[in-house]
């Protein structure tokens, strides 16, 4: 219990202190204007308050991810806890951060744009692509994955049948892609985010008060399948740690934000906020069922993540406060589906210059990519989803990376992008030739190899920063 504890401060802390050293090196202009003014549309660019862009960010991010990703990822044992704390601090408040205001320090681009901008033209055509793919598909797995809670909740007639749930899902998920941003999404917002954090409280504090006997951390894997925390627990637990998903979302709030000196409050601390809700999950999942990790496989193995959350809710809170938390539960992947849906619009409409203010032309590009998600919604792609963990980090890598170069350029202290994103160059790399969905090859040749290619990136880095210095000597002389 001590170590979850510990924990939880130490996230406290982090925000206090290194999101306040990560906010001056990146040197927040509070007298600068934001393009919520200086490009105001009412549709995307609509300044709001910073507490309800707080809220909408959090939502944005806080999808199945750091309750389902928790859980998983706390089949590793308590190690969990220190990845959820040191990643949420160190390598997912600098991504979050740096996404969003850079996205603010570029009119509000999407981060496909910012990647060109920083890496050049074949980066950002890839980035386009790689983007709107996996904002698709998020957004469809986040229509399946509610629809499926939502059947299970003991309805009768029409409303036990998944489609039904599905239909309505989608239908809410295209008017909130297309419908200017305060119209919908920051209306319903901030009620969605204050179940969300109070249900997940209260979680957190039953787990204290009924006496659950919560692990310490120990540097091992639990997992009952033998697999290494390395690289796996950085791939399973990325939304509560560090996710490239976040990226494609920060840019929407950042087109809403007033003053610069709040991307500190929401960026970075949403991505704390989020590392709490992990941590919660994460204790909730390794002590509540019998046995702990042993009890918790056993019922990952029958019913998934989701029957997880049902029994933890149900036992800890009872029916009434159980069932709240499954609805909290509900509300926070349907409220990053719709926004996955509205970054791909967004995306693909920074991609053509595509002006978003006519409705027609929201209208032309939601329709194809709403048809591309329903139609994943009539296969079975669990085999594809497996990408998407990985390709998730190796988004959130290349923002890394992006982040690294701007600090370069403007002779700031570049260490705080540079070394997250070596590691976790190297944590993808390692997966992608160890996983079966990989190469498959054994560690004797992955773990190396991971190493050596984070260490590649690093000596491209050092010579793109020695290249850069020799062309400002020249151009002074």
């Given amino acids: 219990m001590i170590s979850f504890l510990l924990s939880l401060v130490a996230l406290v802390l982090g925000y206090f202190s290194y999101g306040v050293f990560v906010e001056n090196v990146f040197g927040a202009d509070p007298s600068r204007r934001t393009p919520a003014y200086t490009q105001e549309d009412g549709v995307d660019f609509v300044p709001l308050g910073w507490s309800r862009i707080f809220l909408i960010q959090f939502l944005n991010i806080a999808g199945l991810g750091p309750i389902y990703g928790a859980i998983l990822g706390a089949l590793y044992g308590p190690a969990a806890f220190l990845w959820i704390v040191l990643g949420s601090i160190f390598a997912g408040g600098v ?6 205001m850079l996205s603010i320090r570029h009119e509000g681009k999407s981060v496909s744009e910012i990647v060109g ?20 598909l998020i957004g469809t797995v986040f229509m399946s994955g509610p629809a499926g809670l939502l059947t299970n909740l003991g309805f009768t007639g029409l409303l036990a049948h998944p489609n039904f749930w599905l239909a309505l899902i989608l239908l809410y998920y295209f008017a909130a892609t297309v419908f200017p941003i305060d119209k919908i999404i920051s209306r319903i917002y901030p009620l969605f985010g204050a179940v969300l954090l109070i249900m997940a409280l209260s979680i957190g ?17 639990f997992h009952p399948d033998g697999l290494p925390l390395w690289p796996m627990l950085f791939i399973t637990i990325a939304c509560g740690a560090v996710s490239g998903f976040h990226s494609t979302q920060s840019p929407i709030m950042a087109r809403c934000l007033t003053n610069e000196k709040y991307g500190r409050r929401i960026f970075y601390g949403a991505m704390i906020a989020e590392g709490a809700i992990a941590l ?31 029994n933890v809710s149900l036992g800890l809170l009872g029916p009434a406060g159980g069932i709240l938390a499954i609805l909290g539960v509900i509300a926070c992947p349907i409220t990053s589906g719709d926004t996955a849906f509205r970054s791909a619009r967004l995306t693909i409409a920074d991609a053509m210059n595509l002006d978003q203010r006519p409705l027609k032309n929201r209208l032309i590009i939601a329709f194809p990519i709403f048809a591309m998600g329903f139609s994943l919604t009539l296969i079975d792609f669990s085999k594809v989803w497996r990408y998407f963990a990985f390709s998730n980090q190796v988004l959130a890598t290349i923002v890394l990376w992006t982040s690294a170069v701007y600090l370069s350029n ?12 070596t590691f976790m160059t190297a944590v993808v790399t390692t997966y992608i030739l160890q996983a079966p969905e990989g190469f498959g090859l054994p560690g004797s040749i992955s773990y ?21 210095s020799l062309s400002l000597a020249l151009l002074s002389e």
């Fill in 95 to 100: 991504h979050d951060y740096f996404s969003g």
């Fill in 117 to 136: 901008i920083y890496l050049g033209r074949q980066a950002r055509i890839a980035m386009i692509a790689f983007s709107v793919i996996l904002l698709i």
């Fill in 205 to 221: 504090s039953m787990l204290l008060i009924k006496g659950y006997e919560i692990p310490e951390i120990a540097f091992r894997s």
């Fill in 280 to 310: 919660i999950w994460a204790a909730a999942a390794m002590s509540f069922f019998p046995g702990g990790v042993v009890g918790l496989s056993e019922i990952t193995t029958t019913g998934g993540a989701a029957l997880v959350v049902k």
């Fill in 410 to 421: 403007n002779d700031k202290f570049h260490w705080i992008a540079t070394i997250p994103a």
């Fill in 448 to 468: 190396p190899a991971g190493m050596i290619c984070a260490a590649a990136f690093c000596v491209l880095f050092a010579t793109f920063l020695r290249k850069r």
